[in-house]
C-alpha cells in the first residue's frame, strides 16, 4: 500500500517555501530597497555596461557575464556599509 507521506512532505515544503519568501520580501524592503543601494548596485553597472557594450561589433548575449559580475560587485560592496550598523555587528 502507498505510503501518504508524500503529502505531509509537500505540505512541509510548501510551508517552508512561504516562509522562506516572506523572509527575502523583508530583507529586500528593509535593506535592498534603499536609495543608495539601488544606485550604486543596479544603475552604476548597468551604465558601466552600457559605455561598454555600445558601439562594439559582439553577439548579444557575450557581455552578460561581465554585467553580473560588476553587479554583484557593487552590491556587494555597497550593502556593507548599511547592513552592519542595522544588525549591530
Given amino acids: 500500500m502507498p505510503?501518504?507521506?508524500?503529502?505531509?512532505?509537500a505540505k512541509r515544503l510548501s510551508r517552508e517555501m512561504s516562509?522562506?519568501?516572506?523572509?527575502?520580501?523583508k530583507d529586500?524592503?528593509?535593506?535592498y530597497l534603499k536609495p543608495n543601494i539601488i544606485v550604486s548596485g543596479i544603475f552604476f553597472p548597468l551604465f558601466m555596461f552600457l559605455a561598454?557594450?555600445?558601439g562594439k561589433n559582439t553577439p548579444p548575449g557575450s557581455p552578460i557575464p561581465g554585467l553580473i559580475?560588476?553587479?554583484l560587485l557593487f552590491s556587494?560592496?555597497?550593502?556593507e556599509p548599511?547592513?552592519?550598523?542595522?544588525d549591530g555587528g
Avoid: K, N
Avoid at 548599511?82 to 542595522?86: C, D, G, Q, R
Fill in 3 to 9: 505510503s501518504t507521506d508524500h503529502e505531509g512532505w
Fill in 19 to 25: 516562509a522562506a519568501w516572506a523572509i527575502a520580501r
Fill in 28 to 31: 529586500m524592503r528593509i535593506y
Fill in 52 to 54: 561598454f557594450a555600445i
Fill in 69 to 71: 559580475s560588476i553587479t
Fill in 76 to 79: 556587494a560592496s555597497s550593502i
Fill in 82 to 86: 548599511v547592513l552592519i550598523p542595522i
